[in-house]
């Protein structure tokens, strides 16, 4: 497709289940990032992709959070034994690069919204 | 963490009315970034900014990076209800700082903006 491609775009689930969410990115796009929008937040960072370096996991808020990318095309993020503070818009982005003058300029998809229940 | 203070929150305006937002930060940054979210949808990117002092046009849209590398402003002129939405600040660090290296952007709170026609 033309852009980032995310999904599920609703995800309810019962604390405690796992979920996994998948990010589809620009083809040819190097680096892919996964954030979190919690309501009226910004955007925090949870990890960061580029090309076959490994990722950085600086932003993952506990060990119940993973992602992986395989392939260096689409990634999952997973998250274990969900808590309700994980209710939030998954949002995932890719770029040309991770660095440089074009390494932000991020292109983002619509987002997964996880509600745990 | 690295802290971006976007103000104002929140905006009601007139249509035609033009609409100044601006974020701090207390460190430098190399990149700024402006990007505008509709509800349900991911953040596009509006403006990219590189280079300290640096003024750019997109249209009815003005942004600045501003000289101190600290700060920078968005300017919407004679606004339309579809600026409704939010608009996010983000910044780029010229160093990494976790041992991935990795460049992830920084986002603002978000200013969310009501045109009222």
């Known amino acids: 497709g033309a852009g980032v491609s995310q999904s599920p775009s609703n995800k309810v689930t019962e604390k405690g289940k796992d979920v996994e969410l998948r990010c589809d990115p620009i083809s040819g796009h190097t680096a892919l990032y996964w954030y979190r929008q919690s309501l009226g937040q910004g955007l925090e960072f949870l990890i960061y992709f580029q090309g076959n370096s490994a990722p950085d996991k600086s932003g993952l808020p506990s060990d119940r959070f993973s992602a992986e990318r395989t392939g260096g095309s689409v990634s999952t993020l997973t998250i274990q034994r969900t808590q309700q503070e994980d209710s939030a818009v998954y949002l995932c982005a890719s770029s040309l690069e991770g660095r440089g003058p074009l390494g932000g300029e991020l292109f983002f998809g619509e987002g997964s919204r996880l509600t745990v229940l | 963490g690295q802290q971006l203070n976007q103000s104002p929150q929140s905006m009601f305006i007139q249509e035609g009315e033009d609409v100044s937002m601006n974020c701090t930060s207390s460190?430098?940054?190399?990149?700024w970034l402006w990007y505008k979210q509709d509800p349900g949808e991911g953040p596009v990117l509006l403006i990219a900014?590189?280079?300290?002092?640096e003024l750019t046009s997109n249209g009815r849209l003005t942004a600045q990076f501003g000289i101190t590398r600290k700060d920078s402003f968005l300017n919407i002129s004679a606004s339309i209800p579809s600026d409704v939405g939010i608009y996010f600040c983000?910044?780029?660090?010229?160093?990494?700082?976790?041992?991935?290296?990795?460049?992830?952007?920084?986002f603002g709170k978000g200013t969310k903006l009501s045109v009222i026609p």
């Open positions: 900014l590189y280079k300290a002092g």
């Open positions: 460190s430098i940054f190399n990149t």
């Open positions: 983000a910044g780029q660090f010229p160093y990494a700082y976790s041992g991935a290296g990795s460049y992830q952007l920084t």
